[in-house]
T-cell receptor
Framework: DADVTQTPRNRITKTGKRIMLECSQT?????MYWYRQDPGLGLRLIYY???????NKGEISDGYSVSRQAQAKFSLSLESAIPNQTALYFC???????????FGSGTRLTVV | EDQVTQSPEALRLQEGESSSLNCSYT??????LFWYRQDPGKGPEFLFT???AGEEKEKERLKATLTKKESFLHITAPKPEDSATYLC???????????????FGQGTTLQVKP
Protein backbone atom coordinates (compact mmCIF):
# COMPACT_ATOMS: atom_id res chain seq x y z
CA ASP A 1 0.00 0.00 0.00
CA ALA A 2 1.11 3.53 -0.75
CA ASP A 3 2.38 5.69 2.11
CA VAL A 4 0.04 8.53 1.09
CA THR A 5 -3.27 7.57 -0.52
CA GLN A 6 -5.58 10.00 -2.27
CA THR A 7 -9.16 9.35 -3.33
CA PRO A 8 -10.63 9.70 -5.83
CA ARG A 9 -7.92 9.56 -8.51
CA ASN A 10 -10.10 11.30 -11.04
CA ARG A 11 -13.28 13.30 -10.66
CA ILE A 12 -15.49 15.32 -12.95
CA THR A 13 -17.99 17.58 -11.25
CA LYS A 14 -20.35 20.38 -12.20
CA THR A 15 -20.02 24.04 -11.36
CA GLY A 16 -21.58 24.82 -7.99
CA LYS A 17 -21.29 21.32 -6.57
CA ARG A 18 -19.56 20.56 -3.29
CA ILE A 19 -16.77 18.04 -3.54
CA MET A 20 -14.37 16.46 -1.08
CA LEU A 21 -10.93 15.05 -1.82
CA GLU A 22 -9.55 12.65 0.75
CA CYS A 23 -6.03 11.86 1.87
CA SER A 24 -4.75 9.24 4.29
CA GLN A 25 -1.19 8.39 5.28
CA THR A 26 0.70 5.60 6.96
CA UNK A 27 3.96 7.54 7.42
CA UNK A 28 3.10 8.53 10.98
CA UNK A 29 3.87 12.17 10.11
CA UNK A 30 2.18 14.99 11.96
CA UNK A 31 2.44 17.51 9.13
CA MET A 32 0.11 17.27 6.14
CA TYR A 33 -0.34 19.54 3.13
CA TRP A 34 -2.60 20.12 0.17
CA TYR A 35 -1.04 21.46 -3.01
CA ARG A 36 -2.54 22.32 -6.35
CA GLN A 37 -0.67 21.87 -9.66
CA ASP A 38 -1.50 23.79 -12.82
CA PRO A 39 0.42 23.65 -16.12
CA GLY A 40 3.18 26.24 -16.15
CA LEU A 41 2.59 27.29 -12.54
CA GLY A 42 4.17 24.54 -10.51
CA LEU A 43 2.68 23.37 -7.22
CA ARG A 44 1.04 25.91 -4.93
CA LEU A 45 0.11 25.43 -1.29
CA ILE A 46 -3.61 25.50 -0.42
CA TYR A 47 -3.66 24.46 3.28
CA TYR A 48 -1.35 22.80 5.75
CA UNK A 49 -1.78 21.19 9.14
CA UNK A 50 0.72 20.55 11.92
CA UNK A 51 -1.67 18.34 13.88
CA UNK A 52 -5.38 17.70 14.35
CA UNK A 53 -5.93 21.04 16.09
CA UNK A 54 -3.57 23.17 14.03
CA UNK A 55 -4.71 24.07 10.49
CA ASN A 56 -3.36 26.97 8.45
CA LYS A 57 -4.09 28.67 5.16
CA GLY A 58 -1.58 28.52 2.35
CA GLU A 59 -1.15 30.97 -0.49
CA ILE A 60 -4.32 30.02 -2.43
CA SER A 61 -6.92 28.98 0.16
CA ASP A 62 -9.90 30.99 -1.17
CA GLY A 63 -12.71 28.67 -2.24
CA TYR A 64 -11.29 25.72 -0.30
CA SER A 65 -11.68 24.31 3.19
CA VAL A 66 -10.02 21.40 4.98
CA SER A 67 -10.66 18.98 7.79
CA ARG A 68 -8.06 17.02 9.78
CA GLN A 69 -10.11 14.13 11.08
CA ALA A 70 -7.17 12.28 12.61
CA GLN A 71 -3.40 12.32 12.47
CA ALA A 72 -3.58 10.16 9.39
CA LYS A 73 -6.46 11.83 7.53
CA PHE A 74 -6.65 15.26 5.88
CA SER A 75 -9.52 16.17 3.56
CA LEU A 76 -9.87 19.06 1.14
CA SER A 77 -13.30 20.42 0.22
CA LEU A 78 -14.44 22.70 -2.55
CA GLU A 79 -17.60 24.27 -1.19
CA SER A 80 -18.93 25.41 -4.56
CA ALA A 81 -16.72 24.23 -7.39
CA ILE A 82 -15.87 26.56 -10.26
CA PRO A 83 -14.12 25.80 -13.57
CA ASN A 84 -10.84 27.52 -12.62
CA GLN A 85 -10.45 24.97 -9.83
CA THR A 86 -9.81 22.38 -12.51
CA ALA A 87 -6.34 21.11 -11.63
CA LEU A 88 -4.26 18.28 -10.26
CA TYR A 89 -4.39 18.15 -6.45
CA PHE A 90 -1.69 16.59 -4.30
CA CYS A 91 -1.64 15.68 -0.65
CA UNK A 92 1.73 15.45 1.06
CA UNK A 93 3.14 14.68 4.48
CA UNK A 94 6.40 15.66 6.09
CA UNK A 95 8.36 14.98 9.22
CA UNK A 96 8.63 17.56 12.00
CA UNK A 97 11.58 19.20 10.31
CA UNK A 98 9.57 19.67 7.14
CA UNK A 99 12.32 17.98 5.17
CA UNK A 100 11.13 14.44 4.50
CA UNK A 101 8.25 15.05 2.11
CA UNK A 102 6.08 12.25 0.68
CA PHE A 103 3.46 12.99 -1.96
CA GLY A 104 0.34 11.09 -2.89
CA SER A 105 -0.42 10.14 -6.48
CA GLY A 106 -2.79 13.04 -6.95
CA THR A 107 -6.44 13.68 -7.77
CA ARG A 108 -7.25 15.03 -11.21
CA LEU A 109 -10.31 17.27 -10.78
CA THR A 110 -12.30 18.68 -13.67
CA VAL A 111 -15.05 21.22 -13.04
CA VAL A 112 -17.44 21.64 -15.97
CA GLU B 1 9.26 37.53 -2.28
CA ASP B 2 10.57 33.97 -2.36
CA GLN B 3 10.67 32.69 -5.92
CA VAL B 4 11.91 29.73 -7.96
CA THR B 5 12.43 29.74 -11.74
CA GLN B 6 13.39 26.68 -13.76
CA SER B 7 14.82 26.58 -17.25
CA PRO B 8 14.35 25.40 -19.85
CA GLU B 9 10.64 24.58 -19.71
CA ALA B 10 11.19 21.61 -22.02
CA LEU B 11 14.29 19.73 -23.13
CA ARG B 12 14.67 17.05 -25.76
CA LEU B 13 17.82 14.93 -25.76
CA GLN B 14 19.08 11.97 -27.66
CA GLU B 15 20.00 8.97 -25.57
CA GLY B 16 23.52 9.50 -24.27
CA GLU B 17 23.48 13.27 -24.81
CA SER B 18 24.39 14.87 -21.47
CA SER B 19 22.86 18.18 -20.37
CA SER B 20 21.88 20.30 -17.37
CA LEU B 21 18.67 21.71 -15.95
CA ASN B 22 18.73 25.04 -14.14
CA CYS B 23 16.89 26.20 -11.02
CA SER B 24 17.33 29.84 -10.02
CA TYR B 25 15.98 30.97 -6.69
CA THR B 26 15.54 34.00 -4.49
CA UNK B 27 14.71 33.25 -0.89
CA UNK B 28 15.04 35.00 2.44
CA UNK B 29 17.41 32.45 3.90
CA UNK B 30 17.68 28.99 2.38
CA UNK B 31 16.79 26.07 4.60
CA UNK B 32 16.97 23.51 1.82
CA LEU B 33 16.68 23.05 -1.94
CA PHE B 34 14.90 19.98 -3.24
CA TRP B 35 14.77 18.16 -6.56
CA TYR B 36 11.86 15.92 -7.45
CA ARG B 37 11.02 13.75 -10.42
CA GLN B 38 7.41 13.58 -11.58
CA ASP B 39 6.08 11.03 -14.03
CA PRO B 40 2.76 11.62 -15.82
CA GLY B 41 -0.20 10.89 -13.57
CA LYS B 42 1.95 10.49 -10.47
CA GLY B 43 3.06 12.54 -7.53
CA PRO B 44 6.53 14.07 -7.23
CA GLU B 45 9.20 11.60 -6.17
CA PHE B 46 12.07 12.83 -4.03
CA LEU B 47 15.54 12.92 -5.59
CA PHE B 48 17.86 15.20 -3.60
CA THR B 49 18.08 17.77 -0.82
CA UNK B 50 20.88 20.34 -0.84
CA UNK B 51 21.49 22.60 2.13
CA UNK B 52 24.46 24.87 1.44
CA ALA B 53 26.41 26.38 -1.44
CA GLY B 54 29.04 24.03 -2.80
CA GLU B 55 27.14 20.91 -1.86
CA GLU B 56 26.76 18.17 -4.46
CA LYS B 57 24.77 14.93 -4.49
CA GLU B 58 24.64 12.11 -7.00
CA LYS B 59 22.28 9.29 -7.85
CA GLU B 60 22.93 7.09 -10.85
CA ARG B 61 23.04 9.42 -13.90
CA LEU B 62 21.91 12.49 -11.94
CA LYS B 63 24.04 14.99 -10.08
CA ALA B 64 22.70 18.04 -8.27
CA THR B 65 24.81 21.06 -7.37
CA LEU B 66 24.06 24.22 -5.43
CA THR B 67 25.34 27.80 -5.43
CA LYS B 68 24.00 30.81 -3.54
CA LYS B 69 21.66 31.70 -6.40
CA GLU B 70 20.96 28.53 -8.36
CA SER B 71 21.07 24.79 -8.56
CA PHE B 72 21.83 22.55 -11.48
CA LEU B 73 20.65 19.04 -12.17
CA HIS B 74 23.21 17.42 -14.44
CA ILE B 75 22.12 14.40 -16.42
CA THR B 76 24.96 12.28 -17.75
CA ALA B 77 24.34 9.90 -20.66
CA PRO B 78 20.58 9.92 -20.20
CA LYS B 79 18.35 7.00 -21.10
CA PRO B 80 14.72 7.05 -22.28
CA GLU B 81 13.60 6.03 -18.78
CA ASP B 82 14.93 9.37 -17.50
CA SER B 83 12.11 11.10 -19.38
CA ALA B 84 9.98 12.95 -16.81
CA THR B 85 9.28 16.38 -15.40
CA TYR B 86 11.91 17.55 -12.93
CA LEU B 87 10.77 19.91 -10.21
CA CYS B 88 12.90 22.18 -8.07
CA UNK B 89 11.64 23.56 -4.76
CA UNK B 90 13.08 25.64 -1.95
CA UNK B 91 12.26 25.85 1.71
CA UNK B 92 12.96 29.14 3.42
CA UNK B 93 14.32 29.52 6.90
CA UNK B 94 12.55 31.81 9.32
CA UNK B 95 8.76 32.20 9.38
CA UNK B 96 7.76 30.23 6.31
CA UNK B 97 10.47 27.70 6.91
CA UNK B 98 8.76 26.64 10.12
CA UNK B 99 5.75 25.53 8.14
CA UNK B 100 7.72 23.11 6.04
CA UNK B 101 6.22 24.92 3.03
CA UNK B 102 7.92 24.25 -0.28
CA UNK B 103 8.06 26.89 -3.01
CA PHE B 104 8.14 25.15 -6.37
CA GLY B 105 9.40 26.12 -9.79
CA GLN B 106 7.26 25.35 -12.80
CA GLY B 107 9.34 22.33 -13.77
CA THR B 108 11.41 21.15 -16.73
CA THR B 109 9.94 18.42 -18.90
CA LEU B 110 12.70 16.17 -20.20
CA GLN B 111 12.26 13.83 -23.14
CA VAL B 112 15.05 11.41 -23.99
CA LYS B 113 14.77 9.74 -27.36
CA PRO B 114 16.39 6.39 -28.15
Amino acid sequence: DADVTQTPRNRITKTGKRIMLECSQTKGHDRMYWYRQDPGLGLRLIYYSFDVKDINKGEISDGYSVSRQAQAKFSLSLESAIPNQTALYFCATSDLGGIGYTFGSGTRLTVV
Amino acid sequence: EDQVTQSPEALRLQEGESSSLNCSYTVSGLRGLFWYRQDPGKGPEFLFTLYSAGEEKEKERLKATLTKKESFLHITAPKPEDSATYLCAVQASGGSGNTGKLIFGQGTTLQVKP
